[in-house]
């Protein structure tokens, strides 16, 4: 027995492994905080590109025949264009031979630019009441509607009707469509129109209160008094009919350059300039509607050709003037509309291209089960023919190396697994200076079981890699298995293990990991994932002579392979990823016997799993650039490299990083496009996933009741294990190292009741 005991002194000097964790604590908090503000970014982005996209639709009454009682007679009789002042309401109309054409709903990148070309070209002004979510997602077409000599006015932000509203929601339609305005053309409004309006006499008790409270703010609030109704789609003929007031009347036409298909509107338009034109009429904007009655002018706006810049003589001066309704954004509300449009600009580009993303990963994820269903299917077949063989029985002694460090609770199960072992052993238990006494405990449990093929080996703290390397030079015979000191072995399960050895060409086997405290919520749902692991995922790899990774808890190795691959790395976190590359690259064969099975502890908390799955993905990371250069090997010793490690990327790193892509538009999509649909939509991947784990289970002879934890596995450990996935990319992309992290273990897993 060989035992090398570190100094003592009063106070304990941290341990190398210590020391290490405390440094890597340090470094990862601000890396863990990145993968959630990253996910929270991601979030914020498509709950503002599906607020944006919300109830915007066509023009459709919410409430007919309500009352008007408390709405005043002046204002039901009225003009269209109702103002403020002094806390009394008065009403405009539009004086005769004059025309205020009005625009809903837009812009629109289709129609509103044809609307502008077609106004442009007659030199008409307009009134755009604009819905502010285009407005931020459209913000040039905006402002070449300003910059035209357009007037604009607000129409909310999403189109709702207000009435029915709270006054903080009514605040912010009219604050974001404001803030939208100031960020797209660097002015905000006095004019209002509000969603599903129409003439003065429609405005009912549920309305009244909302056109109150604007007009306090200093709103106008406008009507209309000729609805053209090419919302309808009823033909050219009929719009131009519709939008043309009886006799010389003035009036406040509504039109429509979004919400729908507005081809009608676009061919209605010239006409009905040219037929108003040839009637007499001058086209102005509802500020020239206002300042005519404030002024007595005759032609509102501009002159009789309907020059929308106020010129004598119908000529371009070629820069407008400020409408009398705009008011220049100054200040904070320049600034926070900018920064609106800039980040309306960002979930534009974002979502589309999440989309493409997501129909990538919707197929990679689809495919991957396919295969995986099909391939272990095959395996399971395969090993299971009555003359399928590895060749001579392996009865020869191995030696088991468990690297050991502060397990008190967990050693002395381990030992009384392997004392049961019916394949002759000798164990070689590396305490990789343990403070908590393992050693000693290893000592008693190995002579209370009377097992005199034990031998410990106690070094200075220096990592799991190390505590192998010492195990491997150590051990008495050619094939060596390896196990942690929270597993513990059935009694066949070495035999199992090295009857895959008989075959010269194997290097190395990775048994099938089990979860002993499976009793917990974490444990439940690790144990699924650590059935489909091995049987799904290990089968296919095995299949395709690409294995991975031969697991931690559980592996048997050549000696001479691993001595030839210069022993286990410290290179990476993952060890065992590591030196099963190396395995293949060196022309060893790696497989895996579904029959040797060990029970393992998995972490109890949340905090436990997180440190132990970002160490695994963040040393998967390592190892396979590590060997990246077994993309270009030759020959047998590259198949893991233009098989394997393509997968491994693709379905270990590249399609989990964006698999949270899935629920995040199952959100996105519950909220804002079809509920029902969306709910379908998951709870169909989540069947596939069950038929998958279910085949899983039945390969590994499990009790289904697990499953029952998968739909909730789904809605929470899996998000978990995104955000830990996309740590280690951070850390990746940042650069970082940790070392050997312990686990608190609680010894509770024991051999397997029945077994033995």
Same mark, same amino acid.
């Given at each position: 027995m060989t035992t090398t005991? /570190? $100094?003592?002194?009063?106070?304990?000097?941290?341990?190398?492994?210590?020391?290490?964790?405390?440094?890597?604590?340090?470094?990862? @908090?601000?890396?863990?905080?990145?993968?959630?503000?990253?996910l929270l970014g991601l979030t914020s982005v498509m709950l503002l590109d599906g607020y944006l996209r919300a109830e915007v639709g066509g023009d459709e009454r919410v409430r007919d025949g309500a009352s008007s009682s408390k709405v005043p007679d002046k204002i039901l009789n009225g003009g269209p264009i109702v103002s403020f002042r002094g806390g009394q309401a008065t009403t405009t109309s539009v004086p005769a031979r004059t025309i205020a054409l009005t625009f809903d709903d837009g812009p629109n990148p289709t129609y509103t630019p044809q609307v502008l070309k077609i106004l442009e070209k007659y030199?008409?002004?307009?009134?755009?009441?604009?819905?502010?979510?285009?407005?931020?997602?459209?913000?040039?077409?905006?402002?070449?509607?300003?910059d035209q000599g357009n007037e604009v006015g607000i129409h909310t932000f999403t189109h709702v009707d207000l009435s029915y509203q709270s006054d903080a929601r009514i605040r912010r339609e009219m604050t974001q469509t404001q803030l939208a305005l100031a960020g797209a053309a660097g002015i905000t409004t006095t004019l209002f129109r509000a969603p599903y309006s129409s003439e003065t006499d429609a405005i009912d008790n549920y309305s009244w209160p909302v056109y109150e409270k604007l007009g306090e703010e200093g709103y106008t609030s406008v009507f209309v008094d000729t609805d053209s109704d090419d919302w309808k789609k009823p033909g050219v003929s009929k719009i131009v009919q519709w939008a043309t007031p009886s006799g010389? $009347?003035? !009036?406040?036409?509504?039109?429509?350059?979004?919400?729908?298909?507005?081809?009608?509107?676009? !061919?209605?338009?010239?006409?009905?300039?040219?037929?108003?034109?040839? @009637?007499?009429?001058?086209?102005?904007?509802? $500020?020239?509607?206002?300042?005519?009655?404030?002024t007595g002018a005759q032609f509102p706006g501009g002159n009789q050709n309907g020059d929308r810049n106020g010129t004598a003589n119908g000529t371009r001066t070629g820069t407008h003037r400020l409408q009398a309704a705009h008011r220049e954004a100054t200040g904070t509300t320049l600034y926070e509309g900018k920064a609106?449009?800039?980040?309306?600009?960002?979930?534009?580009?974002?979502?589309?291209t999440l989309s493409v993303g997501l129909v990538i990963v919707g197929v990679a994820v689809m495919a991957r089960f396919g295969m995986m269903l099909i391939l272990a299917r095959r395996h399971h077949r395969q090993r299971n023919r009555r003359r399928f063989s590895w060749g001579p029985t392996v009865t020869r002694p191995v030696t088991v190396i468990v690297p050991a460090y502060n397990e008190k609770e967990c050693i002395a199960n381990t030992l009384e697994s392997l004392a049961r072992s019916t394949h002759p052993i000798e164990v070689i238990v590396v305490d990789d200076g343990s403070t908590d006494g393992t050693s000693e405990i290893a000592r008693e449990a190995a002579h209370r079981l009377g097992m005199t093929n034990v031998r410990v080996i106690r070094q200075?703290?220096?990592? @799991?890699?190390? !505590?192998?390397?010492?195990?491997?030079?150590?051990?008495?015979?050619?094939?060596?298995?390896?196990?942690?000191?929270?597993?513990?072995?059935?009694?066949?399960?070495?035999?199992?293990?090295?009857?895959?050895?008989?075959?010269?060409?194997?290097?190395?086997?990775?048994?099938?990991?089990?979860?002993g405290n499976r009793n917990t919520v974490i444990g439940a749902w690790q144990h699924i994932e650590y059935v489909m692991g091995f049987n799904l995922d290990r089968r296919m790899y095995d299949l395709l002579r690409c294995m991975p990774t031969i697991p931690g808890a559980i592996g048997a190795f050549r000696r001479e392979a691993v001595l030839q691959v210069g022993g286990m790395s410290e290179d990476t976190l993952a060890e065992d990823t590591d030196i099963t590359i190396a395995m293949h690259r060196a022309g060893w064969r790696v497989v895996y016997q579904e029959h040797a099975r060990a029970w393992t502890e998995a972490p109890g908390s949340l905090k436990q799993l997180w440190s132990q799955r970002y160490r695994w993905s963040y040393g998967t990371m390592q190892a396979l650039w590590k060997h990246r250069k077994s993309l270009t090997d030759k020959g047998p010793s590259g198949r893991f490299g233009r098989v394997g490690m393509p997968l491994v990327v693709i379905f270990q790193i590249v399609t989990p990083v964006f698999a949270p892509l899935i629920d995040v538009f199952t959100a996105y999509s519950?909220?804002?496009?079809?509920?029902?649909?969306?709910?379908?939509?998951?709870? !169909?991947?989540?069947?596939?996933?069950?038929?998958?784990?279910?085949?899983?289970?039945?390969?590994? @002879?499990?009790?289904?009741?697990?499953?029952?934890?998968? /739909?909730?596995?789904?809605?929470?450990?899996?998000?978990?294990?995104y955000l830990v996935l996309i740590h280690s990319c951070i850390t990746a992309l940042t650069g970082g190292r940790l070392r050997w992290q312990k686990l608190k273990r609680t010894g509770e897993v024991g051999t397997p009741a029945g077994v033995g």
């Open positions: 005991t /570190p $100094s003592r002194g009063r106070r304990r000097a941290p341990t190398r492994m210590e020391r290490a964790a405390g440094r890597a604590a340090a470094l990862q @908090k601000p890396r863990v905080i990145l993968a959630l503000l990253l030199d008409v002004p307009a009134t755009f009441f604009v819905v502010g979510s285009m407005v931020s997602r459209y913000p040039g077409i905006v402002k070449d509607m300003v010389t $009347s003035g !009036a406040s036409v509504l039109m429509h350059d979004a919400g729908g298909d507005r081809e009608q509107t676009i !061919a209605a338009l010239p006409k009905y300039i040219e037929k108003m034109r040839a @009637k007499g009429y001058t086209f102005t904007t509802i $500020s020239g509607v206002v300042e005519a009655q404030n609106l449009v800039v980040a309306v600009a960002v979930a534009e580009y974002t979502v589309p200075e703290n220096a990592g @799991k890699p190390a !505590a192998l390397n010492n195990g491997v030079r150590s051990a008495s015979h050619d094939i060596v298995v390896m196990m942690d000191g929270d597993t513990v072995f059935e009694p066949d399960t070495v035999r199992q293990l090295v009857q895959p050895f008989a075959d010269e060409e194997v290097g190395a086997v990775a048994g099938n990991a089990k979860v519950m909220i804002f496009v079809d509920f029902r649909a969306a709910l379908y939509a998951w709870l !169909a991947v989540l069947g596939i996933q069950l038929v998958c784990a279910a085949y899983a289970f039945r390969l590994d @002879k499990e009790k289904y009741r697990y499953l029952l934890m998968m /739909p909730l596995q789904q809605l929470a450990y899996r998000q978990m294990m």
